[in-house]
């Protein structure tokens, strides 16, 4: 599949480049724009000039690499994201991917295992009556979509950080990366900051039910520090690892941590 351009046609790619100065964190913008920061200033900081498109781009990414870099600094491993009551719970929770419900992978789960890979010492796979009889927990939290809209939803499962240690994964590692049963093999990474965030859960029910086939049956991350993307479902395989491997979305531009 064809990785996402940063450049827009017909935009002056010295514009566009300022612009993305603007989808910096508040507080870094503010420090930036504080030192006196220009266009110089940040061709400077990602080392390249911007004198066509290929420049522009390479400057661009760049800038979303510095943009992860800067929010990974930021977040706070101790902060939770808010919870709701019962009440709060958004009715029908709308379905969410870039494909139609009809699409969406049908599992059996007399076949279906979580593969787990990398840096662990225990890569035994784990059928989903096994995940079930693990330790479960249930949190009310928002769903916020890169799209522009949010919903609340119940959800219960495993905190992955227990099941981390269950498995005797190393947690100095940098990443959890998973694989998806979507029809485009979905995949992403997570920080391990973020993996082992008291809110970050596999998550088997939602709404005291069974995980339903919309929401990611057998088993979906649900991640509320971050944006709904990095909530990845169907998930048939996790890897602890120190590489970047990157991601369904991420390979297209989407900047990596994407905090909520």
């Known amino acids: 599949m064809a990785k996402r351009s940063f450049l827009i046609p017909g935009v002056d790619k010295r514009l566009l480049i300022k612009d993305s100065i603007k989808a910096m964190p508040d507080l870094t913008r503010r420090r930036f724009i504080s030192g006196g920061a220009s266009l110089g200033a940040l061709t400077l900081l990602a080392g390249c000039d911007v004198i066509d498109s290929d420049s522009a781009e390479g400057l661009l990414k760049k800038v979303s690499k510095f943009n992860d870099a800067v929010q990974s600094w930021m977040f706070n491993p101790d902060a939770l994201a808010p919870t709701f009551p019962d009440s709060a ?11 139609t419900l009809d699409e969406a992978p049908e599992i059996d789960a007399a076949d279906w295992k979580l593969e787990v890979r990398g840096l662990v010492d225990n890569k035994k796979s784990w059928t989903l009556d096994e995940l079930h009889a693990l330790p479960q927990v249930t949190q009310v939290t928002r769903h916020i979509c890169v799209e522009g809209w949010s919903a609340i939803g119940s959800w219960t499962g495993t905190p992955l950080r227990d099941f981390l240690k269950l ?7 940098k990443y959890v990366w998973f694989n998806c049963a979507d029809k485009d093999g979905y995949n992403s990474p997570l920080d391990m900051r973020t993996a082992l965030h008291p809110q970050t859960q596999m998550t088997f029910k939602f709404a005291d039910q069974i995980l339903p086939r919309a929401y990611g049956y057998p088993m979906k991350i649900r991640v509320p520090t971050k944006l709904g993307f990095k909530n990845p ?3 048939v395989a996790m890897e602890v690892t120190n590489d970047y491997k990157g991601g369904y979305w991420e390979d297209q531009g989407y900047n990596s941590f994407s905090g909520s």
């Open 89 to 99: 719970i958004t009715k029908p929770f709308p379905f969410n991917a870039y494909y």
């Open 167 to 173: 498995i005797g994964a190393d947690t100095r590692a």
């Open 233 to 235: 479902k169907y998930v």
